[in-house]
């Protein structure tokens, strides 16, 4: 069983700042690729941020240049560092990770349950 656990939301004001993380625990030889999704309410869930296990970055164009992305293999934990926040990144922040639970195993992907954030004065 693998797990993924989000924190560090919360409400902040516009053009503060928030650090997110996601841990992933349970039986895991390796990870692939960890993202950052977020959902507003009424929309489509969309992609914030990728990054792979050697460190590819992806990012979403409204975030770039605000948000930053990392991650610490050993800790199988990943990060969004996220500044200059705006009240329409107001979303839950989900984590998401396709995870090896063995060498020669079928990656699975697996989903947090979500951190809010809310950007409002």
């Known amino acids: 069983q693998v797990q993924l656990v989000e924190s560090g939301g919360g409400l902040v004001q516009p053009g503060g700042s928030l650090r997110l993380s996601c841990a992933a625990s349970?039986?895991?030889?390796?990870?692939?690729?960890m993202n950052w999704y977020r959902q507003a309410p009424g929309k489509q869930r969309e992609l914030v941020a990728g990054i792979t296990s050697g460190g590819t970055l992806n990012y979403a164009d409204f975030v770039k240049g605000r948000f930053t992305i990392t991650r610490d293999n050993a800790k199988n934990t990943v990060y969004l560092q996220m500044n200059s926040l705006k009240p329409e990144d107001t979303a839950v922040y989900l984590c998401n990770a396709q995870i090896q639970r063995s060498r020669y195993g079928v990656p699975v992907t697996r989903w947090g349950q979500g951190t809010q954030v809310t950007v409002s004065s």
């Open positions: 349970g039986s895991i030889f390796s990870i692939n690729v």
